[in-house]
């Protein structure tokens, strides 16, 4: 009985120890935006809300997140077009190479970003590509397209072909049935997929700092600001993002409960 029960809890006690290891930097990071840090914010020295009241009080530090915000906001957009395109074409439509570009689209995701960050930067060198924002948001673009394809052609391989199929029985044209019917029923993966591009483009470092030049963005900024303690204010801007993520979670969860109750009363 002994051996049972501890078998039992072992996979509850371990699950909560790893949920507690990812918790406790971002808890770090809640509670010293709260910090009275003045010149650095490595050692707690009280509490304070000027922090919040300010958050672009550190000087460049609301420019690093705006641009972060623009970068990962247009490279999302222009990944999210493009990888579902190829998601679709690469499902749907058989063509010479077709293997080929399915096994290189993989090759971002399975390179060091190292290896990518270095390589895009002497391409742009060698084409006298003047390094900023423009540069990033083309990094970016290049293995967030990746993940794209990946996720919206597992949801396009899962569709029923028989409901575009009844759609043209009914006499709707091709782009009434893309747009009416594929479309909305590929959206849950397409907005997944854009998500997790946001995520990787705001989250990037490497990358970035191979191909930013003079432009600055959050993680670069909290980068070179660590060695005095990154300023409370970036640690404020990061748990708005935090909450941000975790607000639009719930709203989507309680969205689709609410939208199956509804479904299952009618």
């Known amino acids: 009985m002994n051996k049972f029960s501890l078998g039992r809890a072992f996979v509850p006690v371990?699950?909560?120890?790893?949920?507690?290891?990812?918790?406790?930097?971002?808890?770090?990071?809640?509670?010293?935006?709260?910090?009275?840090?003045?010149?650095?914010?490595?050692?707690w020295r009280g509490f304070t809300l000027d922090n919040w009241a300010n958050p672009c009080g550190a000087?460049?530090?609301?420019?690093?997140?705006?641009?972060?915000?623009?970068?990962g906001a247009v490279a999302t957009l222009i990944a999210t077009v493009l990888g579902s395109a190829i998601a679709i074409a690469l499902v749907r439509y058989r063509?010479?190479?077709?293997?080929?570009?399915?096994?290189?689209l993989f090759t971002p995701m399975a390179t060091p970003e190292v290896v990518l960050g270095a390589g895009l930067a002497?391409?742009?060198?060698?084409?006298?590509?003047?390094?900023?924002?423009?540069?990033?948001i083309l990094a970016h673009t290049m293995f967030c397209i990746s993940y794209v394809v990946v996720a919206v052609k597992a949801r396009v391989a899962s569709l029923n072909p028989a409901i575009e199929e009844a759609g043209r029985d009914l006499y709707a044209s091709p782009g009434q049935v893309f747009w009416r019917i594929?479309?909305?029923?590929?959206?849950?993966?397409?907005?997944?997929?854009?998500l997790l591009s946001f995520a990787l483009s705001?989250?990037?470092?490497?990358?970035?700092?191979?191909?930013?030049?003079t432009a600055n963005t959050l993680p670069k900024f909290i980068y070179t600001s660590a060695l005095r303690g990154v300023p409370a204010q970036a640690n404020v801007l990061a748990s708005m993002v935090f909450i941000?993520?975790?607000?639009?979670?719930?709203?989507?969860q309680v969205t689709r409960i609410n939208r199956q109750k509804r479904m299952a009363r009618q």
């Open 14 to 43: 371990v699950g909560t120890i790893a949920l507690v290891y990812l918790l406790l930097p971002i808890l770090h990071v809640i509670v010293f935006s709260f910090n009275d840090a003045g010149r650095n914010n490595i050692t």
């Open 59 to 71: 000087p460049n530090v609301c420019e690093a997140f705006s641009n972060s915000i623009l970068i």
């Open 95 to 104: 063509f010479r190479f077709r293997s080929t570009i399915s096994l290189l």
């Open 122 to 136: 002497a391409q742009f060198l060698l084409a006298g590509v003047e390094k900023g924002i423009g540069t990033i």
């Open 182 to 194: 594929t479309l909305p029923m590929l959206m849950p993966g397409i907005i997944g997929a854009a």
């Open 202 to 213: 705001f989250d990037d470092f490497i990358i970035t700092n191979f191909n930013a030049g």
């Open 244 to 252: 941000g993520a975790i607000v639009l979670v719930v709203i989507v």
